[in-house]
């Protein structure tokens, strides 16, 4: 049995005193400091003698013991528990011809792939229909002038991108922004800014993320989110160039 498969709740109690018998003080650390730093207990493992978040990320003394320093902790760009597998390669990326109509869309569309495309990760997108991708992305229009999409299952990215027809009367930057964004979120990355959105949108609407079953697991060395510090914070600023920031690069290239 691998050890993932191995991996075993914690029962440490409120206090998080004596977890097992037989665990060491090094684990007893890492696991107070994810759950000083904000992390839900139920969602902490141990198995021999390692610490896990989510099944199965695991998390080393000195990534806990970052989480608690000033100005960082929970508040840096996070994942879900699911991410692309490793069988995924090559991923194809499929408009509709509706979107297609709408040429600031289809235009934004290229460049948000060249964006991921330019890192050299092991996930390389390709605008279809075309044949031998490992998995596909649609992409859709809907109203509105902003984009959504969901998180990964089963080892494949979302299937669906939903893009706003109303970002066709922003600028073509803004358009890249909103779709490099949807795409990150079908990889498994969450808003850097979920704990408080008003970061980067101003204001208290719309209020703190919950996990919503998927998690929250920071991707070490990520600095504490700031207002246009990443593609991925809520919303939108107005003056974007649709580019990723450095770290978002750093974070991706960690993860992929």
Do not use: W
């Not at 919503?212 to 246009?228: D, E």
């Amino acid at each position: 049995m691998s050890k993932r498969a191995a991996v075993v709740a914690v029962s440490c109690g409120a206090l998080l005193a004596g977890c097992g018998s037989g665990a060491s003080a090094e684990t007893d650390e890492v696991v107070s400091h994810l759950v000083e730093a904000g992390l839900p207990a139920d969602d902490i493992r141990v198995a021999d003698g390692a610490v896990y978040l989510g099944g199965d990320a695991h998390v080393s003394l000195d990534a806990s013991r970052e989480m608690l320093k000033p100005g960082e902790g929970h508040h840096e760009l996070h994942r879900t528990i699911n991410l692309v597998g490793p069988n995924v390669t090559r991923i194809c990326v499929n408009p509709t011809a509706v979107f297609n109509a709408y040429n600031r869309l289809s235009q934004g569309l290229d460049l948000a792939l060249a964006n991921y495309n330019a890192l050299g990760l092991r996930l390389h997108f390709v605008r279809g229909p075309t044949t031998g991708c490992t998995a596909t992305i649609t992409v859709t229009t809907t109203a509105g002038a902003g984009s959504s999409a969901g998180y990964p299952s089963n080892g494949l990215p979302y299937g669906h991108i939903y893009v706003g027809t109303g970002l066709s009367s922003y600028s073509l930057d803004r358009a890249e922004h909103a779709i490099t964004h949807a795409i990150g979120h079908t990889i498994g990355l969450r808003h850097t800014d979920h704990f408080d959105p008003s970061i980067s949108c101003g204001t208290t609407i719309p209020g703190p993320e919950g996990s919503g079953g998927i998690g929250f697991i920071p991707i070490p060395g990520m600095p504490p989110p700031s207002p246009g510090g990443s593609i991925m914070n809520t919303c939108i600023p107005p003056d974007t160039d649709g580019e990723f920031t450095p770290s978002d690069i750093a974070g991706l290239n960690y993860l992929y």
